[in-house]
Nanobody, 126 residues
């Protein structure tokens, strides 16, 4: 059974950096994994995705974070990371890790993923 556990959130000043981690207890039996975020009062949005068993290492990013965020994976640790740089107040949100085990592909939609972590809060403020 897949269980995704996120960590690494917190409070950071504008321009700062954070690294989020997501450990997959299912030992990376996923085609792909992704990060999404949801700000207060807004819909959950796509941030980044990476191929695990499907097109391993291939990455995609949402427009708001291109050039600032980097997704990576450590297969030996069954962990996906989200390195966030040049953080802005508008990056404040709960960040969720997700896993796709149903079908090949590297999804960028909520419906592409069936397993979700509990979320970790990221707050960017001075």
């Amino acid at each position: 059974q897949v269980q995704l556990v996120e960590s690494g959130g917190g409070l950071v000043q504008p321009g700062g950096s954070l690294r989020l981690s997501c450990e997959d207890s299912g030992r990376f039996n996923s085609y792909s994994m992704g990060w999404f975020r949801q700000a207060s009062g807004k819909e959950r949005e796509f941030i980044a995705a990476i191929g695990i068993r499907w097109n391993s290492g291939r990455t995609y990013y949402g427009d708001p974070v291109k050039g600032r965020f980097t997704i990576s994976s450590d297969n030996a640790k069954s962990t996906v990371y989200l390195e966030m740089n040049s953080l802005k107040p508008e990056d404040t949100a709960v960040y969720y890790c997700a896993a796709n085990q149903r079908a090949g592909g590297i999804g960028r939609r909520l419906s592409d993923y069936e397993h979700w972590g509990q979320g970790t809060q990221v707050t960017v403020s001075s």
